[in-house]
């Protein structure tokens, strides 16, 4: 069954440093999205992605985010100056063409760790 | 945007027995989401509706979708170990092309 992955898994980085993390999502798969989920807390909208152009994006997408498909297969978050309350796991997801808003497929996750 | 309310936040239950969760909102929703989440992983959809009163299962879960538009239960038959994770409910922001989730119910199962 098709999935969407994530690496890494772990990524462990130093407060004011930049990351990338990036995202696979299912081949045919047309809409693309970020989560966090900061430990025990609920599942967070970050930013939705269509046509190569953000479509949404929540207060917590600010300015030290940005999203990119730079090849037609990898989805990728960049935070460019991490701060501590940046630690949590982030989830990419994806949906397909002819599917509802609700079925959204989600990857395995990046926990990320801001020293 | 529109605010899920999830209960109970936790349940601890024995193997065998139902288990009941609900999700309200304040105001109307048009989709209705149940996904788990196994620690470590990314949420699983279970269970979507799509219509005022519909009732869907999936096996030994069953959920529906409120009359009223504004909430959603889903239920668990006869529990098993492997039902432990945390469950959320989840809908389309309105108007937005995102989706929101509520705080989940964390489930635990005694064998």
């Known amino acids: 069954e098709p999935e969407v992955t994530q690496t890494p898994s772990h990524q462990v980085t130093q407060m004011g440093q930049e990351v990338i993390l990036r995202c696979v999502p299912i081949s045919n798969h047309l809409y693309f999205y970020w989560y966090r989920q900061i430990l025990g807390q609920k599942v967070e909208f970050l930013v939705s992605?269509?046509?190569?152009?953000?479509?949404?994006k929540s207060e917590i997408f600010d300015d030290q985010f940005s999203v990119e498909r730079p090849d037609g297969s990898n989805f990728t978050l960049k935070i460019r100056s991490t701060k501590l309350e940046d630690s949590a796991m982030y989830f990419c997801?994806?949906?397909?063409?002819?599917?509802?808003?609700?079925?959204?497929?989600f990857g395995s996750g990046t926990q990320l760790s801001v020293l | 945007g529109q605010q899920l309310n999830q209960s109970p936040q936790s349940m601890f239950i024995q193997e065998g027995e139902d288990v009941s969760m609900n999700c309200t909102s304040s105001s109307i929703f048009n989709t209705w989401l149940w996904y788990k989440q196994d620690p470590g992983e990314g949420p699983v959809l279970l269970i979507a509706?799509?219509?005022?009163?519909e009732l869907t299962s999936n096996g030994r879960l069953t959920a529906q979708f409120g009359i009223t538009r504004k909430d959603s239960f889903l239920n668990i038959s006869a529990s098993i170990p492997s039902d432990v994770g945390i469950y959320f409910c989840?809908?389309?922001?309105?108007?937005?092309?995102?989706?929101?989730f509520g705080a989940g119910t964390r489930l635990t199962v005694k064998p």
């Open positions: 509706l799509y219509k005022a009163g």
């Open positions: 989840a809908g389309p922001d309105w108007g937005n092309n995102d989706m929101r």
């Open positions: 997801a994806s949906r397909g063409p002819r599917q509802g808003l609700g079925k959204l497929f």
């Open positions: 992605f269509y046509n190569n152009e953000i479509s949404e």
